[in-house]
């Protein structure tokens, strides 16, 4: 969600607020995408009073400039800004353009269907309030990271350990490790075995609980990478569980 907060700060009454005059009726269109970094067809949904200045929540329609998926916006707007301006004042439920530009000063008018129209037409392409689609699995290199896989419980040896953050990315060998559901294994996937050395990652700990032959038990899960979680930062095999019912490290 986006939302801005702008205040048209005014040096005096009357001179900034007609600067700021921008309409419907006598600006043109490209006069707008010119004024605003941020341009967007919206319904008002609440109009409150802060000292001089009116607060109007909108929420967002269309967007003609500015973030792809703007749903709410908040625009501050001095309250002598339509009298100066000439412009009515939008009540809850009104359609309106409301803008904002580089400078945070805002800027709300009505709008009416062909000038909306009139705006839409300016732009290269639609730009998309909802989320966007999907990208298709066969496009997402590391989709095969985040289906559902086999989870494992395991004992292993720990043989070194960093610490980042509160977190452990550990190194070590599996000594024993069983398959606790029934998912079928994935191409790509690492399987553990007895005696083989893997990287691990766990989400909270310290590496002085894993001093010389230390050993741990827990389950075994894959990393989902396009989740942007710390253990794709780098090469990671598995992700340890030392959840209900896991052994705490064996020192």
């Not at 839409?120 to 496009?139: Q, W």
């Not at 720990?158 to 069983?178: N, P």
């Not at 990671?236 to 064996?250: K, N, Q, R, S, Y």
Request: net charge neutral; glycine share 6%; aromatic share 6%.
């Amino acid at each position: 969600m986006f939302r801005a907060l702008a205040a048209l700060v005014l040096a005096c009454a009357l001179l900034p607020a007609q600067a700021a005059c921008l309409s419907t009726r006598e600006s043109k269109p490209q006069d707008w995408y010119a004024w605003a970094s941020v341009l967007v067809a919206a319904d008002v949904t609440g109009v409150t009073q802060r000292g001089r200045y009116d607060v109007l929540s909108l929420r967002v329609v269309e967007a003609f400039k500015g973030p792809p998926r703007v749903e709410t916006l908040t625009l501050e707007v001095p309250a002598n800004l339509w009298e100066a301006c000439k412009v009515e004042r939008p009540a809850v439920g009104a359609r309106v353009l409301g803008a904002l530009n580089a400078n945070n000063d805002a800027n709300v008018v009505p709008l009416d269907t062909s000038y909306a129209d009139a705006l839409r037409a300016l732009r290269p392409a639609p730009i998309a309030t909802s989320p966007a689609p999907e990208v298709a699995k066969e496009d997402e290199p590391i989709a095969m990271r985040c289906v559902e896989s086999p989870v494992y419980g395991a004992s292993v040896k720990v043989e070194s350990c960093e610490q980042v953050g509160a977190a452990l990315f550990l190194r070590g060998e599996v000594l024993r490790a069983a398959q606790e559901n029934s998912v079928d294994e994935v191409a790509g996937l690492p399987v553990p075995a007895s005696g083989k050395r893997y990287s691990f990652y766990k989400p909270n700990g310290q590496c002085q609980d894993y001093g010389k032959n230390a050993a741990l038990t827990g389950r075994l899960s894959h990393p989902c990478c396009d989740a942007k979680q710390p253990y794709c930062t780098r090469k990671t095999d598995f992700v340890i569980d030392e959840g209900p019912g896991a052994a705490t490290p064996l020192r």
